[in-house]
């Protein structure tokens, strides 16, 4: 056993958090690639096609290529996991103002389809950073040496 995996361990909660994102990360870019893909196009911001000089389509399956690429990372990079987090919570904050625009636009997406929903979902944004972040931050259990 070497010292790395002998003095980093993830709690049951931990592991079970962070396979539950990961499923709906591919979810999630499962759907932006095929039945949502054109719902999705209408959270897309006018000012955000500008920006990356592309079209809402490429931008919604871009995000859902990065989604599908992020929930596998983190099923089969254990090492990696903690990169990978700060990576999908970076992914979160990234899609943020997407969420807003919908929310402001009042405008019908996959499963938004109040402004009840669309509003929620602007509180589960930190909700989902926060999980990122701790089911891919390592925890360290005392009373655990590397001579082990």
């Not at 591919?26 to 990356?52: E, F, K, M, N």
């Not at 509180?123 to 390592?138: G, H, K, R």
Request: hydrophobic share 50%; glycine share 8%; charged share 20%.
């Amino acid at each position: 056993m070497t010292a790395r995996s002998a003095t980093r361990t993830d709690s049951v909660p931990k592991v079970v958090a962070r396979t539950v994102l990961a499923a709906l990360l591919l979810i999630a870019g499962a759907s932006h690639l095929t039945w949502g893909r054109r719902g999705y196009r209408i959270v897309v911001p006018d000012w955000a096609t500008a920006l990356l000089r592309t079209d809402k389509d490429a931008i919604v399956v871009a995000s859902g290529a990065v989604e599908l690429m992020l929930g596998g990372a983190l099923l089969s990079l254990p090492r990696e996991r903690g990169r990978i987090g700060w990576i999908v919570a970076g992914f979160f904050i990234a899609v943020f103002p997407g969420n807003v625009h919908q929310w402001r636009t009042r405008r019908d997406a996959p499963l938004m389809r109040t402004d009840r929903a669309r509003f929620v979902r602007l509180l589960l944004q930190p909700v989902l950073v926060a999980w990122a972040l701790w089911s891919t931050w390592p925890e360290r259990r005392a009373g655990r040496t590397a001579a082990r």
